[in-house]
C-alpha cells in the first residue's frame, strides 16, 4: 500500500481536497469521494489511516508570516517531505 500511496500527483489532490473541505467548507467532499477518485485501488479500512495522518498535517499551525516566503519557494520540494514522512511511519 504505501506505494499505492506515495504518487506526489495524487497527494496533492487529497491535500487540496481536504484543504478544500477544513478551511473553505465545500460540501460533498467526502472520504469515499477522496479514495474513489484518487486512490480506488486501496480498501476502505487501509485508506482511513492515511486520510487520519493527512488531516493532522493539514491542523499544523500556520507559519509566521516572514516564515511563509520559505514555504512558497520550497513548495517544489513538498513531495521529497511528505516521502520522508511517510518513510518514517510506515
Known amino acids: 500500500m504505501a506505494g499505492e500511496l506515495e504518487g506526489s500527483k495524487t497527494l496533492s489532490g487529497l491535500l487540496s481536497g481536504l484543504a478544500q473541505d477544513a478551511f473553505h467548507g465545500h ?3 467526502t472520504e469515499e469521494l477522496l479514495r474513489s477518485q484518487l486512490y480506488p485501488e486501496v480498501p476502505p479500512e487501509e485508506f482511513r489511516p492515511f486520510l487520519a495522518k493527512m488531516r493532522g498535517i ?3 499551525p500556520l507559519l ?3 516564515d511563509m516566503a520559505w514555504v ?5 520540494n513538498i513531495h521529497k517531505i511528505f516521502y520522508i514522512i511517510f518513510s ?3
Do not use: C, E, H, W
Open 27 to 29: 460540501p460533498g467532499i
Open 88 to 90: 518514517l511511519s510506515l
Open 72 to 76: 512558497i519557494i520550497n513548495t517544489q
Open 64 to 66: 509566521p508570516v516572514a
Open 58 to 60: 493539514l491542523k499544523v
